[in-house]
């Protein structure tokens, strides 16, 4: 930096400081929401709030950062975001370049700008990123520090036009059925461990999966040093934002995240607007959007290609979920595109603390081996209430358009066989208790869908049918299989046309369901086989 350039920033600097705070005060970060996306709402949600900044802006390159793709930029990103901070806010610029880093920690009133071409690569260094207290798949736990974090902050957006690549691929786990055997092969020669063909970067992330009982949480693991001899299974999310409020991702693209992607917890007044996920087809728990226990969320105009599921609700799992009893609730999903995933839109199966107030509309969903998605399981309890889906169209969906399935096992759709499913299915009927999970008043419109396996599958549980849940205006062409409902009460199915070789809706274990306005009071054990008209 030249000495003329050093005495003109610090004169700059200086003369901001002096400033009255409501003389530098500008928006930022302009309000691009169009308020016509809150009429009509089927239920009463307030306006989502838009974050807004000072008019100070540095640059990364001021606290010496290198965009060379080698130098590890982790200190000068972190002092520039923590400079905008204590100035009162504003916009930390990260410029065309290659920018190497460890873990970025956004704090209030910043916005995170990136520029065209700017490209952010986390370190693959697992020790850049420290173990701590979290929460994953919906339990507390122990993770690593995730590439991108904030908590308890307000204010604060990450916008512009760059990438995001969190390194995912030193992180994840690799299902050998997921590559062609090259790519395996390659795989294999690069280093690592294999078990079971299953691929895992370390020797200390075989061990963390070895001690995990209930999906990704590992037990028995006592001491530091034991933590940290499996830190390379503590995959993070590659973003993690926290009990904050006023937020806004806009315009960027995160990719190869080394677990789920974005996961906002607890949050308030959250936007997600023009982003786009990409996650390798492969990558194990490679979700595209977690939101979870948020209140007043946008979710529009985004690209999401996920590994796993792809725009997916929550609200924390089991005792630990129902503990916090955050629901997730007062969400707009809108205009968004699902390249990829195990679901297009899918709510749960962490859904303890329960979901409602959503409303879902005008989404497309291309090759998702889902479309819809509702799950959960004995244990969870949580209300699933109030969703509202209109205008979705779908193509190439190898199983179904429609799906709730209450006996979810923690396998993608496919993965699993019917074997497995009627086991669960066998067991005692348990009471109704705080662990049942409950789905109902859900109202779904308006589905085109060309291409699938089962056209619908309702699979409620014994003790808590799904209820009142509405399905008007679908159709579905080239479906392997009609429509399946077991365990379920107050359906009502309207003007659904599906194409497909034998009957169309077979039913059993089913009350006061609703076919084209003739009313089936008592459907049991025995079943009954139906056509639509």
């Not at 065209?116 to 207290?133: G, H, Q, S």
């Not at 699938?452 to 209820?467: H, Q, T, Y």
């Amino acid at each position: 930096m030249n000495t003329l350039f050093k005495k003109l920033f610090t004169l700059t600097a200086f003369s901001f400081a002096l400033l009255p705070v409501q003389y530098a005060v500008h928006a930022q970060c302009k309000n691009s929401i169009d308020e016509n996306i809150y009429k009509e709402l089927p239920f009463n949600m307030p306006k989502v709030e838009q974050p807004s900044f000072p008019d100070y802006t540095v640059s990364i390159l001021q606290f010496g950062a290198k965009g060379d793709g080698t130098t590890l930029n982790t200190k000068a990103i972190n002092d520039a975001i923590k400079t905008v901070n204590a100035k009162g806010g504003g916009k930390v610029v990260i410029p065309e370049g290659l920018w190497l880093t460890g873990p970025i920690e956004l704090l209030s009133n910043v916005n995170l700008y990136t520029e065209k071409n700017a490209l952010v690569v986390f370190t693959d260094d697992f020790n850049a990123y420290p173990i701590l207290e979290t929460s994953f798949e919906g339990l507390n736990t122990r993770r690593c520090q995730s590439p991108i974090s904030a908590r308890n902050t307000e204010n604060i957006a990450i916008t512009g036009h760059g990438v995001f690549d969190g390194s995912g691929d030193s992180w994840r786990p690799v299902k050998k059925s997921k590559l062609t055997a090259s790519q395996w092969d390659a795989l294999v020669k690069s280093g690592g461990v294999v078990d079971k063909s299953i691929w895992y970067p370390t020797a200390g992330s075989l061990k963390g999966a070895l001690a995990c009982k209930n999906f990704n949480n590992p037990e028995g693991i006592e001491t530091d040093e034991e933590w940290n001899e499996i830190r390379p299974w503590l995959r993070p999310v590659l973003l993690n934002i926290v009990k904050s409020k006023k937020v806004l991702l806009e315009g960027v693209t995160f990719k190869n995240s080394p677990s789920w992607c974005l996961h906002p917890l607890s949050c308030e007044h959250i936007t997600i607007n023009q982003v786009k996920v990409f996650n390798p087809w492969y990558s194990q728990n490679g979700d595209a959007l977690d939101l979870e226990s948020c209140k007043n969320a946008l979710i529009i105009n985004n690209i999401f290609d996920a590994g796993d599921d792809a725009i997916c609700i929550k609200s924390g799992k089991d005792e630990d979920g129902r503990k916090r009893g955050e629901p997730c609730q007062n969400v707009i999903v809108k205009n968004n595109t699902v390249l990829h995933g195990h679901g297009g839109f899918v709510v749960g199966s962490e859904m303890s603390g329960g979901v409602k107030n959503i409303y879902v509309t005008d989404c497309t969903f291309l090759g998702t081996d889902v479309g819809l998605r509702f799950k959960s399981t004995r244990g969870r309890g949580g209300v699933v209430e109030g969703i509202y889906i209109h205008n979705i169209h779908m193509i190439d969906i190898p199983h179904e358009p429609l799906l709730f399935d209450l006996f979810y096992g923690g396998k993608a759709a496919g993965e699993e066989t019917e074997e497995d499913l009627k086991g669960r299915m066998k067991t005692t009927v348990p009471q109704v208790t705080v662990e049942t999970p409950s789905f109902r008043d859900i109202h779904i419109s308006n589905i085109i869908c060309k291409g699938s396996g089962r056209a619908m599958f309702f699979n409620g549980l014994p003790e808590m049918p799904i209820k009142n849940v509405t399905v008007k205006d679908v159709i579905i062409n080239d479906a392997k299989e009609g429509v399946v409902i077991s365990q379920a009460e107050g359906v009502t199915l309207e003007n659904i046309r599906i194409k497909t070789k034998g009957h169309t809706l077979n039913v059993k274990n089913a009350k006061n369901l609703k076919v084209d306005g003739k009313v089936y009071t008592t459907i049991g054990t025995e079943g009954k086989v139906l056509d639509f008209k």
